[in-house]
């Protein structure tokens, strides 16, 4: 199971998203997510509103990928996890506050109700491996 989130995590990576050279390689945050049961449409609006958040604050939205045959995995979703500006902090905040969207601990809350499962990890890429064992000098 984990070489084949590895490997999806990879080619999504190689296709999504424009290699980075060297040292601009950027952090990112790769989640997959298992739903609860009949809580698809749901978890996808509580996204879906953090995503326009995201965009209201000058972000760029997460990249959502869609399970549609083998491992037992619903929704993958890739954002940067890169530190965010306090300005940009302030904006997003603002806007979930416009939004109505629950922030901190009713965040927390809200999201458990609707996933069976999840499991996040910070990654460097997309890259090649010319690139990263450049690094390594």
């Known amino acids: 199971m984990r070489r084949f989130v590895g490997l999806c995590i990879a080619m999504i990576g190689m296709c999504c998203t ?23 449409v749901a978890f996808l609006k509580l996204i879906a509103l953090y995503d ?15 399970h549609q045959d083998g491992a037992d995995w619903d929704f993958l979703i890739l954002q940067s996890a890169e530190d965010w500006t306090d300005q940009q902090r302030t904006k997003f905040r603002a806007a979930l506050t416009k939004l109505g ?19 996040d990890t910070t990654v460097k890429g997309p890259t090649t491996a010319g690139d990263w064992l450049k690094q390594l000098e």
Do not use: C
Not at 19 to 34: F, H, K, S, T
Not at 52 to 66: I, K, T, Y
């Open 101 to 119: 969207a629950p922030q901190g601990a009713k965040f927390f809350i809200e999201i458990r109700k609707l996933m069976a499962e999840h499991t």
């Open 52 to 66: 326009q958040a995201n965009v209201e604050a000058g972000l760029p939205p997460r990249q959502l990928f869609v």
């Open 18 to 40: 424009p290699l980075a050279i060297g040292a601009d390689v950027p952090n990112m945050q790769v989640e997959l997510y298992r739903i609860a049961p009949g809580q698809h």
